[in-house]
């Protein structure tokens, strides 16, 4: 019995998220469970560092699993690749030692969100990329992000209001890059609550456009209400693109 | 009435072909005429610099129609891009001339083929890119490609074997770059038989991947028959880029 740590990007479009659930065929990690149990011959699980949503796209998603199997790191990485769908994409396979687990052991995570700004229709990024109808204040983005900084309890940024757990998260980084015709939200904290990430692109984006001001976020974090916070932007947007472990 | 030019950009993956079939929805021309149609009151007919096969992408195709609307270009474009498809957009609008014929003037057009080399499995571009399971011989290829260039009877590269027409054609230009994980293959002529640029590209990598020899090419080109060349590269990576007017 090894554990395995795997790299894996996949097109979220086509799956109800990543987290398996009953009588849901499409998800990525009920895939990935069904390609490994198949190559072993037992039932495999996998575990996946977060829960991306319906619709999130990731470039560096890590999941572990133990699994039973004589083939080499890059014979699973072959394998799995050959049998799972054109969409998911296994890019790295490496033993891990026996107490790595993708999710308990993760320290930090990047999420990209992508905007679109152009004139004309981005045919060919259409899936990856929310289309805005107006250019928000870039500087007045950056201003609001600042406040976000730092641990805070973003209850107001959590999409499950039935959240029992602590809403406290440290947010480390957001970076905001306009080039050409995309802007994209760069997000690096420790953990993120269901949703976040979106509800922070959808409280920027409205503070870009002059509905809310850079110094309205301090009171939107303090009111610990999903209502007082701006509008969860669309999954298509967002990509997971790395995990963090010590 | 106002003869309109608009350059139109599309996903081929989900139409069949640039060109109106009878009892086939699926088309661009016709999305585009059933645009105009809506956004005029009457029949338009749309036509296009040329007609891309199935799944054959554009990022610079070129249209004309007679239209009669007050709209302004831009007005025209923007209405247009409301009601089309995802998949289809239209990049710029401009009145021209009405002796403007976006097929008969054409002087030339440029597509670019994109092959994919890399390790992992392409998930979000993998519907525009060919993945080689094998990596060709690049320099093999170009030296196959220069037998290619100047005015020939492409009759060995032409897919449809009832054409009654001449298949004599110039090409003067091909450019096979290799960067990172993506093979392209940049094809410049006077015009293109059916399936021309697929089974050039097809031939070029059974070159590249020594099943055929680049001194082959003159032989191929001789023989004025479809069996002498090489298989037709898959309609997704084929893109038309721009086409030439004077």
């Known amino acids: ?18 987290e398996k659930q009953p009588n849901v065929e499409m998800t990525i990690q009920g895939k990935l469970e069904s390609v490994l149990s198949i190559m072993t011959g037992t039932t495999v699980e996998v575990i996946g560092a977060g829960r991306t949503d319906a619709g999130v796209h990731a470039r560096g ?3 572990n699993a133990f699994v039973e199997s004589d083939l080499s790191e890059n014979e699973i990485r072959d394998y799995m690749n050959k049998y799972l769908p054109d969409d998911i994409c296994i890019c790295d396979v490496k033993e891990a030692a026996d107490r790595f687990h993708a999710r308990y052991k993760a320290t930090g995570k990047t999420y990209m969100y992508t905007c679109y700004i152009g004139d004309i229709k981005p045919v060919f990024n259409r899936k990856y990329v929310y289309v805005l109808n107006r250019k ?10 600042k406040f976000l900084m730092g641990s805070h309890d973003f209850k107001s940024f959590c999409g499950n209001p039935k959240m029992k757990k602590s809403t406290v998260r440290c947010v480390d980084k957001i970076d905001i ?22 509800i922070i ?9 002059g509905k809310k001001k850079p110094e309205d976020i301090p009171d939107i974090i303090d009111a610990q209400d999903r209502n007082a916070a701006g509008f969860t932007a669309p999954a298509l ?3 997971l693109m790395k995990v963090d472990y010590n």
């Open 1 to 18: 019995m090894k554990n395995i740590k795997m790299v894996v990007a996949y097109d979220g479009s086509r799956f109800h998220g990543f």
């Open 201 to 209: 692109v959808g409280t920027l984006l409205e503070v870009g456009w």
């Open 61 to 63: 998603m890590i999941c």
């Open 136 to 145: 928000p204040d870039v500087e007045k983005m950056r201003e609001g992000a």
């Open 177 to 198: 890059v306009c080039k050409g015709s995309y802007l994209t939200i760069s997000v690096h904290g420790d953990g993120f609550l269901q949703n976040m990430v979106r």
């Open 237 to 239: 947007g967002l990509c």
